[in-house]
């Protein structure tokens, strides 16, 4: 059995001193052993107030047995110190335990409280918790958090063939998954299974794949190996050695175009260096038979005339060249084996200007050697190379000038555009919470004293419950009619007082309503609150079910004279934590609470 108490919510946090009773016996339920007694002939052992065997019980002066909590929960209620079965003067103090009584009834058999749903063990009271921590017949969560709340008698069948997070032996590779990604690991992850090349449409392992496709597949497009040169050609692999056998004229063009282009800006740097080739002809374009030779002699000559610019300039040159591959794409290009001339940061910015306007090719040339320990000679040079510099610099600043004013200009257009847009949000905000409030206002009007509460994204909730930012939340207002009682739902995820961090809290409110004038007070009916069991399995699910009788008395009832009642009536103990949170009360992160109310008449 359960007790309720009235309970008074602050107004700033939503904490209360609220009391309640549990869903079960194990957890300090307040009233006696609600349980079916074997051979119990007399009714000694019945408490006069809760009419249940005596849990714990105690003896008045005048010589009637009650439930500890029974009868100090009578003395502090009544206001009156008064025994309730003769009315003879009863001070606290001097109720007394009863250990004889006490002994006598843990001693008595009872039968397990899931005797209904087929447990046929009887055992003595005192045995009864012990029992309790193996019978099969009571419903337990599934230690694998898939969810499922099952009989603990059913739990290894469950473990071993039905449960989704259970793990498994992958077939192909070995690997160990649960069984709810069984299907998802073959079809995209497993290494061993057979998969088509979406090419060449040849079967492969997984694992295999991509090496095949990159190194082997006879079907994947792939540029041509003098891409780097110019050559924008692509083909499948099994078509790219004829295009390499057709194309030779073309790729020697290439490739001594790119010479000519490196000879060129070697010329422009130093007039005379390459005076010792004469062979170079004037048209881009050599027969097949010559362009080998003309490009071996373009190198050589390159060669010697980069050396000779190092010695120009007091420079270490490095020899044997090697020419790598040329990207049209990039804006730097290098030759591997000819040095870099850095007499200095000027000589080096002077070099990239003169190969950018006077050959007016998009890449420009870089070398790599070891700095010259001498300064670049020739007043006049120098002269000539800081006023390219300084007039480079004065068209910078200019470009910069002009860009940053019209950015500037966007800005100001992007931020009146922005203003605009803030202003229609929020007017649209403010429509949406007003038909969203017109929306909740309805469905509680027409509920019909019977309403659903989904509480979505919980964990959110209860983490921010935990930490204390919001303690308590309130469900939308809903009326036992539509002319009648407005009331609403208040959970406390992570409980209250002495239930904070263990049970589920949950209380209703009243609040003042459209037409409080021509209704009763107070309020005179019952109230049944509801937890949900959301398990897919109808036969499963076991709602948590309470049921508050109103107390005229109490001001939880009376006309609220706030917009909410300040003072609650509820549960403070609705539904241990842990059991809320590995079963299938909560569901797709949703919690559900029903409340219907029964007004008396």
Not at 499 to 521: E, K, P, V
Request: proline fraction near 6%; glycine fraction near 4%; hydrophobic fraction near 30%.
């Amino acid at each position: 059995m359960a007790s309720v108490f009235d309970t008074l919510e602050p107004k700033n946090n939503g904490d209360s001193g609220s009391y309640s009773s549990n869903v079960n016996f194990l957890t300090e339920p307040e009233d006696g052993y609600d349980f079916e007694f074997v051979n119990l002939k007399d009714d000694k052992y019945d408490c006069p107030i809760c009419l249940l065997i005596l849990r714990d019980p105690v003896q008045t002066p005048c010589g009637h047995r009650f439930c500890h909590k029974c009868i100090h929960r009578w003395l502090s209620e009544s206001g009156e110190q008064r025994c309730p079965v003769d009315n003879t003067t009863v001070i606290r103090d001097q109720v007394f335990p009863d250990n004889f009584a006490k002994r006598e009834i843990l001693s008595l058999q009872v039968k397990c409280p899931k005797s209904k749903e087929g447990c046929k063990v009887i055992e003595v009271l005192k045995q009864l918790p012990k029992h309790l921590e193996v019978c099969g017949y009571v419903p337990i969560p599934c230690p694998n958090e898939c969810s499922d709340i099952l009989l603990r008698k059913d739990l290894p069948h469950h473990l071993s063939q039905i449960c989704t997070k259970r793990k498994i032996v992958c077939c192909k590779c070995g690997e160990q998954v649960t069984a709810e990604r069984e299907q998802e690991h073959l079809h995209k992850e497993c290494p061993m299974v057979t998969v088509v090349c979406q090419y060449c449409q040849i079967e492969l392992l997984r694992n295999q794949i991509n090496s095949h496709e990159e190194f082997d597949c006879q079907r994947v497009i792939v540029p041509c190996q003098y891409q780097p040169m110019g050559c924008t050609t692509r083909l499948e692999r099994c078509e790219m050695s004829q295009h390499l056998q057709e194309s030779i004229q073309q790729h020697m063009n290439l490739m001594f175009n790119i010479l000519m282009q490196l000879s060129s800006a070697v010329q422009n740097i130093a007039p005379g260096a390459l005076q010792h080739f004469t062979a170079v002809p004037q048209s881009h374009s050599l027969p097949v038979t010559s362009s080998e030779q003309s490009i071996t002699n373009l190198l050589e000559t390159l060669r010697i005339g980069v050396q000779h610019i190092g010695v120009q300039q007091g420079m270490n040159v490095l020899s044997n060249p090697t020419p790598i591959p040329y990207s049209p794409d990039s804006n730097v290009s290098s030759v591997e084996g000819f040095p870099e001339p850095v007499a200095s940061s000027h000589s080096h910015s002077l070099i990239e200007r003169n190969i950018s306007e006077q050959t007016q090719i998009a890449p420009s040339i870089s070398y790599s050697s070891q700095q010259s320990n001498k300064d670049v000679e020739g007043g006049a040079y120098v002269s000539v190379q800081q006023g390219y510099e300084l007039k480079s610099l004065k068209d910078q600043n200019v470009t910069q000038d002009e860009s940053l004013a019209r950015h500037e200009h966007q800005i100001d257009q992007i931020r009146g555009r922005n203003d605009n847009h803030e202003k229609i949000v929020k007017d649209l905000n403010k429509r949406l919470k007003m038909l969203e409030s017109t929306i909740n206002e309805f469905e509680g009007r027409t509920c019909s004293g019977t309403y659903v509460w989904k509480i979505r994204n919980y964990r959110k909730y209860r983490r921010e419950a935990e930490i204390g930012d919001t303690t308590a939340i309130h469900s939308p207002p809903f009326y036992s009619h539509f002319y009648g009682y407005k009331l609403c739902i208040r959970a406390n995820l992570n409980g209250v007082d002495s239930a904070r961090g263990t049970h589920l809290s949950i209380f209703i409110h009243f609040m003042q309503g459209d037409y409080d004038d021509i209704l009763d007070w107070p309020f005179n009916g019952r109230i049944i609150l509801t937890v949900i069991d959301q398990n897919p399995v109808c036969e499963l699910r076991h709602h948590v079910v309470e049921t508050l009788i109103s107390k005229p008395n109490l001001a939880a009832f009376q006309r609220p004279n706030t917009p909410r009642n300040h003072k609650g009536f509820g549960y403070m103990e609705f539904l241990p934590i842990g059991i809320l949170d590995n079963s299938t009360y909560v569901r797709n992160d949703t919690l559900i609470i029903k409340a219907c109310i029964l007004p008396n008449g």
